[in-house]
């Protein structure tokens, strides 16, 4: 049993920053592939990134264009998204999750987070 636990979520001005945190426990971190996903109201959940430390791959969805970074440290167990230039159409809350069932880019993981909310003003 994996449990996620996010933060670092919040209210930012568009062109914003905020860096989310993304815990987990449970399981060996470092062979634990990871994705984060948003969802805003009344749309579907959709795909922002994947990181996976056995292979040392990360993917992004195409729409951040650069403007996100995944990052980890093994030692705490943590995933971070560190979001730059945000715009007030990327306000969602914010999921992580662990163990993709299906392709990363598919919501369909084993274990999910709480979500955090981040809300971008214009």
């Known amino acids: 049993q994996v449990q996620l636990v996010e933060s670092g979520g919040g209210s930012v001005q568009a062109g914003g920053s905020l860096r989310l945190s993304c815990a987990a426990s449970g399981a060996p971190f470092s062979a634990t592939a990871m994705g984060w996903f948003r969802q805003a109201p009344g749309k579907e959940r959709e795909f922002v990134a994947y990181?996976?430390?056995?292979?040392?791959?990360?993917y992004y969805a195409d729409s951040l264009k650069g403007r996100f970074t995944l990052s980890s440290d093994n030692a705490k167990a943590t995933v971070y998204l560190q979001m730059n230039r945000l715009i007030p159409e990327e306000t969602a809350v914010y999921y992580c999750?662990?163990?993709?069932?299906?392709?990363?880019?598919?919501?369909?993981?084993?274990?999910w987070g709480q979500g955090t909310q981040v809300t971008v003003s214009s």
């Open positions: 999750a662990a163990v993709p069932l299906g392709g990363y880019r598919s919501p369909d993981y084993a274990y």
């Open positions: 990181t996976s430390s056995a292979t040392s791959i990360t």
